[in-house]
């Protein structure tokens, strides 16, 4: 089987290098072509994990051009391996998904001195534990999510409830007291599924008070800003926008209420959703819809700034109804893609110029992609995707992974594959290009690093 497998793969791969360099994503994508592009993500997977697991195995990231390894902290928290296992099962992986979870269980320990940041740690580990646990039922990985819920708790310890950035996983201790609505508020979906499966409400208690001071703090005019004093609650930075700092705060008012059924966060995202597309969404040359940033108070345009991770954006208006918005905003997406072969990390939208030249194999445009077709059925998003997967191997793909770039302009790689290569940007490709049947998409929400968790009793009717 396994050589079977192999040699299919590779046939696949062959048959997609002789397509033409850049088809245009105007063009349609039959199911049939969409098959084998599936199958061709699956491959290049399994390309990017055997590079992991020759040059880095253990270790928290594979450096692709160097052959070598990063860990974001003294120890290894299998960073890789968490983020990659959910994805792996879903694609039937099972060699891959096997060896990948029997190293967590033997090695994943987080007794260690270390201060590692809540956020990170948050949405990748505990994420990645919890939806690997509810695809296999391995208790393992659940005794593993608790023991590093616990030890995340005390970031919840100020006088306002807001969590500090870090905290020490063996000692308890705390630090950074300045923070931003993505760190405070994209919490809930882990610490509540914890809270779910273990029976112990601490966690969702810990993390909805997060989520509500958060939004309890927004303007007079409902945006929120770029920083905050946890201790204080007052804000350091009324820069207001949709990108990193800020994006997934709005992401998890919406997925909370389908995850759990809360009203209130319903409550909270209808409250918020009109101020984001009221100051920051901005129509430039002939109606291109664009988010740029503005002040949080007075909702004066402050940056024509729109980027990478602001390209999750059309997911969630997709995702809370709004398509024709959601459409129009991935169109101006893809012209920001097209620009120079791949995105770059920020654009102004205004000029049309690069402002942060970075590519790091983010996965947003292709998840509001594979969103809009999920929601529409049309051809168009999938043959969006066909085009920027084909630029992605083109441009980031190495003799044993995949590298982030330095800047699109020159194309220039950098030694660099994030876990969330492995969480996000293959899976989103891979259920883009798949037959639906691959994921029950009504049965699951995503967190922000794209680890699927299962909609239980009380979940919101969409």
């Not at 994990?49 to 390894?69: F, I, M, N, V």
């Not at 891959?96 to 260690?112: N, Q, Y």
């Not at 807001?162 to 308890?172: A, D, F, K, M």
């Not at 049309?352 to 509001?368: D, F």
Request: glycine share 8%; aromatic share 12%; net charge negative.
């Amino acid at each position: 089987m396994k050589a079977t497998l192999s040699t299919a793969l590779a046939a696949v791969a062959f048959a997609l290098s002789s397509l033409p360099a850049h088809a245009a994503s105007d063009e349609s994508v039959t199911d049939a072509q969409a098959a084998v592009l599936a199958q061709r993500v699956k491959a290049e997977t399994k390309h990017a994990w055997q590079g992991y697991k020759r040059y880095a195995w253990g270790h928290d990231d594979l450096k692709p051009l160097s052959k070598g390894s990063r860990d974001w902290y003294e120890q290894s928290l299998l960073m890789s391996p968490v983020d990659a296992l959910d994805t792996l099962i879903l694609m039937g992986l099972d060699e891959e998904a096997t060896e990948a979870r029997e190293l967590i269980v033997a090695k994943l320990s987080f007794d260690h001195d270390l201060y590692v940041q809540n956020f990170e740690v948050t949405i990748r580990l505990l994420g990645g534990l919890l939806s690997a646990y509810q695809m296999t039922g391995d208790e393992r990985l659940l005794k593993l999510a608790e023991d590093l819920g616990k030890r995340l708790l005390p970031v919840f310890d100020s006088k306002t409830g807001l969590p500090y950035t870090h905290v020490n996983l063996r000692t308890g201790q705390i630090r950074g007291k300045v923070s931003n609505p993505a760190e405070t508020g994209t919490l809930l979906i882990e610490f509540g599924t914890l809270s779910k499966l273990t029976g112990n409400p601490v966690y969702y208690d810990k993390a909805k008070r997060a989520l509500v001071e958060t939004y309890k703090r927004r303007s007079k005019i409902g945006l929120v800003g770029a920083a905050i004093d946890v201790e204080t609650g007052e804000w350091t930075r009324a820069d207001s926008h949709i990108g990193g700092g800020i994006d997934s705060y709005y992401e998890y008012l919406y997925k909370c209420w389908l995850l759990f059924g809360d009203a209130e966060c319903k409550k909270m995202w209808d409250d918020s959703i009109p101020a984001v597309n009221r100051y920051l969404a901005d129509e430039v040359r002939d109606g291109e819809l664009w988010y740029g940033r503005a002040d949080m108070n007075t909702g004066k345009r402050t940056a024509t700034r729109y980027g990478a991770l602001d390209a999750f954006m059309p997911a969630l208006l997709a995702l809370g109804g709004d398509l024709p918005r959601a459409g129009r905003l991935q169109e101006s997406g893809s012209k920001m893609w097209r620009l120079h072969g791949i995105e770059p990390e920020s654009l102004d939208y205004a000029t049309m110029k690069v402002t942060s030249g970075a590519y790091h194999l983010r996965p947003e445009i292709v998840e509001s992609a594979y969103y809009l077709y999920h929601f529409t059925g049309d051809a168009k998003y999938r043959a969006m995707g066909r085009e920027f997967f084909e630029d992605f191997v083109r441009h980031c793909r190495t003799e044993h992974g995949y590298a982030a770039l330095k800047d699109v302009r020159t194309m220039e790689k950098d030694d660099s594959m994030e876990s969330f290569l492995f969480a996000e940007t293959f899976k989103y490709y891979y259920l883009l290009f798949a037959s639906p049947k691959a994921l029950d998409f009504d049965g699951i929400v995503f967190n922000t690093e794209a680890h699927p968790l299962r909609r239980g009793e009380g979940a919101a009717k969409k």
